[in-house]
């Protein structure tokens, strides 16, 4: 059940190129991953650590720079890997994330995660 922060956060995006994968008009996450980034992102932001509109904006900037790839170059489509990449960017942009302390735990979680099953991350 949604709250009305977590109502306006998902209808804001609907309809427009940053909306989140559905399935009978439900949000749509097909690894636990996927799910526990989208509610960390509405958790950060409910608590005020940044504008939802802020996150979008990058998650939108996101879509492109992977749209705006050579198809010979352009990695596998996956929504949740730019919504990492735009929650990783807002976290920055706030001074909330430290960077190699980030790419130190994503790869021990990378890691982990190859050698026990086949749910990846980006």
């Not at 306006?8 to 940053?18: E, P």
């Not at 190699?100 to 990378?110: F, G, I, V, Y």
Request: charged content about 20%; hydrophobic content about 35%; aromatic content about 12%.
């Amino acid at each position: 059940m949604f709250t009305r922060f977590e109502e306006f956060a998902a209808n804001s995006m609907l309809g427009h190129r940053d909306s989140p994968p559905r399935a009978q008009g439900r949000l749509h996450f097909t690894q636990d991953w996927q799910r526990s980034l989208y509610g960390l992102a509405l958790a950060l932001s409910k608590a005020g650590h940044f504008e939802w509109e802020a996150f979008r904006q990058n998650l939108i900037g996101s879509i492109s720079s992977w749209e705006q790839l050579p198809c010979d170059n352009q990695p596998p489509w996956d929504y949740y890997g730019r919504f990492l990449e735009a929650l990783i960017q807002v976290l920055q942009e706030h001074s909330l994330l430290d960077t190699d302390e980030l790419q130190s735990r994503l790869s021990a979680l990378k890691s982990d995660t190859q050698n026990t099953d086949s749910r990846s991350i980006p």
